[in-house]
């Protein structure tokens, strides 16, 4: 039945634009700003390990059910999950998940968009020498200042915001494919130079050691928790950005090897910023655990110290600005497509009313780091509200809802097809851990954690 049918939106050209697209959804500030940060907050070595196993066990499969849905369904995650739920013959209310998605997605980009700003206005402070020479402190007082200003993180979130909207109101298949080819390949050259750089640190090996040594002492229940929501959002599942993406996969792609390739780059993406910033932080005896400030403090220290650090300042922000562009485009993509597809509106208009409350959101992002930094719910700010909710309950919440869609209501049949997978053992590999595997360890995770509570 939805063989023959095209999503109304356009088709990937090729395979590999798929994977570009795909890849640029996942890399990005979770990878580069977030994964470094909340391994430091979370002891190293034996998060990193935890955080590896849940891509691998229930990230990599999940992202092949997530983009299979999304290629049977053809359309945005509400009517995919109608459609699909209809063909399986189960309850009609799994279309939910597919409101679940559109709501983390603008939650998400509401704080994601604010900091992407703080990455504009460092590719400025880069090109202006603001970094030059300057030490420690002033790196620190440089960030310190920034983030107190409501009004600089109010002009910076507007101005990613209407770049988010202008590009997608453009269509996915214009300029994303083309944009992502260039933007891949720079960020690893980029990372690998700095990542030689970091070499030359005198805390390299301390930042190895930090980032792989097995401590498994540090690990408590909520940093499980955490390691599982940062396989989420990085690799940028459950919420219906994957399944609107794979909505415009032509069949003849192999879903299995595009989902592995995929999670390999994001997974070494993140690796490699760890890699780059734990040398720095221990070489400028700086706290691990700093939060959310983590890159904005280190980087600038060695950029501001480094031969060529005016250049690879510049560009390692640009290039992080971009990450985060094609990643916020995936997040609104399937309000915007829900949008559509069912008021009828047109594609602009649908970005400029999924943006605007995405950017009105915002405003408790900004204030949460100066204004109402007092301002607590449960001890977290606004901002660390929105961050737990969405990538550590809702994201899992909806892989687990996809993971037993896909494999306790599907028809057997149904999923063999759509996967086309060459090994029919492959399949049921695939099967036992997206039926028993992935299900069972976000609940488990979710169940230490109450139980920790
Ligand atoms: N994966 C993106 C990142 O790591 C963020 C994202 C989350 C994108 C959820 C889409 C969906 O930056």
């Known amino acids: 039945m939805t063989d023959a049918k095209k999503s109304i939106h356009g088709e990937w050209s090729s ?12 890399v990005g500030l979770g990878n580069i700003w977030k994964f470094p940060y909340i391994t430091g907050e979370n002891g190293g070595g034996a998060f990193v390990i935890v955080y590896l196993l849940c891509v691998a066990l229930i990230g990599i499969p999940i992202m092949i059910a997530e983009t299979m849905l999304g290629r049977r369904g053809r ?3 509400v009517h995919t999950m109608q459609v699909l739920s209809k063909e399986a013959e189960a309850d009609k209310r799994w279309h939910y998940l597919g409101w679940l998605g559109m709501t983390g997605g603008l939650l998400i980009l509401s704080y994601y968009s604010v900091i992407a700003g703080w990455a504009s206005a460092y590719v400025f402070k880069a090109f202006f020498g603001s970094f030059f020479g300057a030490d420690v ?3 620190e007082t440089l960030f310190r200042d920034f983030i107190g200003s409501p009004m600089q993180l109010i002009f910076w979130h507007t101005l990613f915001m209407m770049a988010t909207m202008l590009i997608v109101a453009r269509g996915v298949d214009n300029g994303l494919e ?10 690893f050259i980029l990372l690998t130079l700095l990542v030689m750089y970091a070499m030359t640190t005198s805390g390299y090996f301390q930042g190895i050691h930090f980032l792989f040594n097995l401590d498994f002492n540090k690990l408590t229940g909520n940093s499980l928790l955490i390691a599982m929501g940062q396989a989420f959002f990085s690799l940028g599942l459950g919420m219906g950005c994957v399944m609107v993406y794979g909505a415009y996969l032509p069949k003849n792609i192999s879903i299995a090897k595009a989902s592995i390739v995929i999670a390999t780059v994001d997974s070494l993406v993140a690796l490699l910023a760890g890699i780059i910033i734990f040398p720095i932080v221990f070489t400028h005896e700086l706290n691990p ?3 959310p400030g983590l890159i904005f403090e280190t980087l600038p220290i060695a950029f501001g110290s480094m031969t060529g650090g005016w250049l690879f300042g510049v560009l390692f922000f640009v290039i992080l600005v971009f990450a985060a562009l094609s990643s916020a485009i995936a997040l609104i993509e399937p309000t915007v497509c829900w949008l559509v597809e069912s008021k009828g509106v047109t594609r602009e208009r649908a970005c400029l009313q999924s943006g605007l409350v995405t950017w009105v959101l915002g405003f408790g ?5 100066n204004l109402w930094s007092d301002v607590k719910f449960f001890g977290l ?3 660390e509200v929105l961050d737990y909710l969405t990538a550590n309950i809702m994201l899992p919440i909806g892989g687990l809802a996809i993971a037993v869609f896909a494999g306790w ?3 057997q049949q149904h999923s063999r097809q759509e996967l086309d997978m060459p090994d029919p053992q492959h399949y049921q590999i695939w099967l036992f851990l997206i039926k028993y595997i992935a299900p069972a360890a976000v609940f488990l995770v979710f169940l230490h954690v109450m139980g920790a509570l």
């Open 75 to 77: 359309e945005n995650p």
């Open 289 to 291: 655990s700093s939060g």
């Open 15 to 26: 395979r590999s634009a798929f994977i570009l697209a795909a890849t640029g959804s996942a």
């Open 381 to 383: 700010t606004f901002f």
């Open 409 to 411: 209501m599907m028809k």
């Open 137 to 139: 402190t002033a790196i």
């Open 178 to 187: 083309k944009s992502v080819r260039i933007l891949m390949p720079s960020l």
């Open 365 to 369: 992002t900004i204030f949460s780091f």
